[in-house]
C-alpha cells in the first residue's frame, strides 16, 4: 500500500512537471500567437485585442492557472490553424491512434516472446546467427523505410492492400482493423527485434542463477528448467520494458500515420507542428506523455504484484 | 572477453563504407546532387546511373552519397553539443550531490518523460526550422540518458580511495572532477555515445522524412525516402538507395557499440 501510495505521488508530480514543462516551452519563446493568427498585416488594436482574448497580455503564472484549470475541465483552447477548439478536432482521434499502438503492441508481443525464448534456447547453434543478424537488421530499420517497402511489397506488387485505403472504424470495425494492420506491422517489427534481444539476454542471465544449478542437480529436465523456472523469471525482468515499447509504439504511429495517410492523433501533431499551431501541438504533446506515464504507472503497479522482491527490496 | 571483437570489426567495416563513400562525394559525385533531365526520368539502375534516377531525372547515387554528409554531420554535431552538456551537468550532479543534485535529476526525470520524437517536435515548433533547430531538438532529447551515465560513473569515483586521497593532499574539487574524475567517465561514455550516434542519425532521418529536419535543395536520407514514396511502383529504387544507406549506417554503429560494451564492460 505505502508503495502504491509512493507510485501514485510520483504518478501526479510527473503529470504535473510534464505540463509545466510543456507550458513554458511555448511560453518562453520570440513571438506572439496574436500576431502568428492575424498575420503580418493586422493593425496593433487587433492584436491588442486578440491578446486580451487570448489571455497573453497576463503574467505567465497566471495564464498557467488558467490554462491548466481549462486543461482539467477539457478546454484546451482554440487551434489557430484550424479556427476550431482543439478538443472538437481530437474526437475520434485518439481510438484510431490507441487502436493502431494496441495492434502493434500485441504484434509485439505475440512475435518477441516467442522468439526470444527460441533465440535463448539456439545459443551456440547456427540458427543463433542467423537471427543475431535478423535482429541487428530490424533493430537499425527505420520504421518509415520498412512501411515504405511494405506498401510496395505487399501493397503494390502481391496485391495484398490498398495503400492509403483507410476505413473509419465508425462505418466498419472490422475492416477498420484490417486497415491498420500493415501499419501496425511496420511499427512492430523495429520493436520486436529489440525485445527479442532483450529477452534472450534476460534468458541467458537466468540461466546462470544459482536456482538453475540446484533444478539441475535435482534432476530436471532442460525443457522444464526453461519454460517453468527460467522464463517465469525472465518475463518478469522484461515487463519494466512495456511502458518503453509503448513510448516508441506511439511515437511510431505519429510517423507511420504519415505515410499511411490514418487520421490519428499523429497525423493531426505533424500538421500543428508544420503550420506552428501551438495550442494544438502543446495538447497533443500532453496527451501522449500522459498516456505513457499513466502505462509506466499501471505497468510498475503489475510488476509489483507479480514479483514482490520489488516491493521488499523499495528499489522503483 | 574475446567477444565484442567481431561485432567491432563487422561495425568498422559497414561504417567504413558509408564513411568513404561521403568523403567520396566531397570530391566527386557522378552527377550533381540537383542535376534534373527530363529525358532521364525513372531510369532503372545501370552503369550510368548506379542506382537509377527520381521523378526529375536526378541521379539517385549522387544524391544519397552527398545527402550523407548532412545526415552524418547533423549527428556529429548533436551527440558532441550533448556530450559536452551532459558532462558538465553530470558531473556537477554527481559530485556536489544534494540540492543540486536532486534539481537537476528531477528535471531530467521530467524531461526524459516524454517520448524523443514529442521533445523533437516540441523544440522544432518553438524554434523557428533552421539548419541548426534540428541539432538543438534531438540534443535535448539525448541529454537526460547522457547525463545518468556521467552522473553514475562520477558518483562511483567519488568515493575511490583515490579521490579521497587527493583531497587529503589539498587538490581543489574542480581539479579532482577535471582532470582525476572526467577521463574515467569515457570508457562508460564511449559506447554510449556511438550508440548515441546510431540514434542520432534515425531520428534525424525522421525527421527529415516528416519534413521538419533537414531543408531542401539539400538532399538528405530522410527527405529522399519521402519524395521516393510516392513514386515506389515506377522507381523502388529511389527508395532502396537511400533506406539501404540508413540502415547500413544504423546497423555499423550500432554492431560499433555493441562490441565496444562487451570490450570495456
Not at chain 1, 147 to 168: A, E, N, R
Not at chain 1, 242 to 257: K, P, Q, R, T, Y
Request: charged share 15%; hydrophobic share 50%; net charge positive.
Amino acid at each position: 500500500m505505502k508503495y502504491f501510495l509512493r507510485k501514485t505521488l510520483v504518478l501526479v508530480l510527473t503529470i504535473f512537471s510534464i505540463s509545466l514543462l510543456t507550458f513554458f516551452a511555448f511560453h518562453i519563446i520570440p513571438g506572439d500567437p496574436a500576431s502568428l493568427i492575424l498575420g503580418t498585416n493586422a493593425t496593433e488594436e487587433q492584436v491588442a485585442a486578440l491578446q486580451e482574448q487570448l489571455g497573453t497580455n497576463r503574467p505567465l503564472s497566471e495564464q498557467y492557472i488558467s490554462w491548466i484549470t481549462g486543461f482539467v475541465r477539457g478546454d484546451f483552447g482554440s487551434s489557430i490553424r484550424y479556427r476550431m477548439p482543439v478538443s472538437e478536432l481530437l474526437k475520434g482521434r485518439l481510438p484510431v491512434t490507441l487502436s493502431l499502438g494496441l495492434i502493434a503492441l500485441v504484434m509485439i508481443l505475440a512475435a518477441g516472446i516467442p522468439l526470444g525464448i527460441l533465440a535463448a534456447r539456439w545459443r551456440g547453434k547456427p540458427g543463433e546467427k542467423i537471427l543475431n543478424i535478423l535482429t541487428m537488421l530490424g533493430i537499425s530499420v527505420p520504421n518509415f523505410f520498412l512501411c515504405i517497402l511494405i506498401m510496395w511489397i505487399f501493397g503494390l506488387i502481391l496485391h495484398l492492400f490498398t495503400p492509403g485505403d483507410y476505413v473509419s472504424y465508425t462505418r466498419s470495425l472490422p475492416r477498420f482493423l484490417q486497415s491498420l494492420f500493415w501499419p501496425a506491422l511496420s511499427i512492430a517489427i523495429p520493436q520486436t527485434a529489440i525485445l527479442v534481444k532483450y529477452i534472450r539476454t534476460a534468458m541467458l542471465e537466468e540461466l546462470g542463477e544459482d536456482y538453475v544449478r540446484t533444478a539441475r542437480g535435482k534432476g530436471a529436465g532442460e525443457t522444464w528448467i526453461l519454460y517453468g523456472h527460467v522464463l517465469k523469471n525472465a518475463i518478469v525482468a522484461v515487463v519494466p520494458l512495456i511502458g518503453m515499447i509503448l513510448a516508441s509504439v506511439l511515437s511510431g504511429s505519429i510517423i507511420i500515420e504519415q505515410v499511411y495517410g490514418i487520421p490519428g492523433m499523429g497525423k493531426l501533431l505533424i500538421g500543428a507542428v508544420t503550420s506552428r499551431d501551438f495550442p494544438l501541438t502543446q495538447t497533443l504533446v500532453i496527451y501522449i506523455t500522459v498516456i505513457i506515464v499513466v502505462t509506466n504507472f499501471l505497468v510498475d503497479i503489475v510488476i509489483q504484484v507479480i514479483d514482490p522482491r520489488i516491493r521488499l527490496s523499495g528499489r522503483s | 572477453m574475446k567477444d565484442g571483437r567481431k561485432e567491432l570489426r563487422i561495425g568498422l567495416v559497414l561504417t567504413g563504407i558509408v564513411l568513404a563513400l561521403t568523403i567520396l562525394s566531397i570530391f566527386y559525385t557522378p552527377y550533381h546532387y540537383n542535376q534534373m533531365d527530363k529525358a532521364a526520368r525513372f531510369l532503372a539502375p545501370s552503369l550510368r546511373h548506379l542506382f537509377g534516377t527520381d521523378s526529375y531525372g536526378r541521379d539517385i547515387f549522387s544524391r544519397t552519397i552527398y545527402g550523407g554528409r548532412y545526415t552524418l554531420l547533423v549527428a556529429v554535431s548533436t551527440v558532441a553539443s550533448c556530450t559536452v552538456i551532459a558532462s558538465v551537468l553530470g558531473l556537477i550532479s554527481g559530485y556536489v550531490g544534494g540540492i543540486v543534485d536532486e534539481i537537476i535529476m528531477r528535471i531530467i526525470d521530467a524531461i526524459s518523460s516524454f517520448p524523443d520524437l514529442l521533445i523533437a517536435l516540441i523544440v522544432v515548433t518553438v524554434l523557428n526550422l533552421g539548419q541548426l533547430t534540428i541539432v538543438a531538438a534531438l540534443c535535448i532529447t539525448f541529454v537526460p540518458s547522457f547525463t545518468r551515465i556521467v552522473r553514475t560513473a562520477t558518483l562511483q569515483y567519488k568515493s575511490a580511495e583515490f579521490v579521497k586521497n587527493l583531497r587529503v593532499f589539498g587538490v581543489s574539487d574542480l581539479r579532482i572532477l577535471l582532470v582525476h574524475i572526467f577521463p574515467n567517465t569515457f570508457p562508460l561514455l564511449l559506447s554510449t555515445i556511438v550508440i548515441g550516434l546510431s540514434n542520432a542519425i534515425l531520428a534525424e532521418a525522421a525527421m527529415s522524412y516528416l519534413g521538419l529536419g533537414i531543408q531542401p535543395p539539400i538532399p538528405s536520407w530522410g527527405r529522399m525516402l519521402q519524395e521516393a514514396q510516392t513514386i515506389v511502383y515506377t522507381a523502388p529504387w529511389a527508395a532502396i538507395c537511400p533506406g539501404a544507406m540508413i540502415v547500413v549506417t544504423i546497423a555499423g554503429l550500432n554492431w560499433i557499440g555493441e562490441g565496444l560494451r562487451k570490450l570495456y564492460l
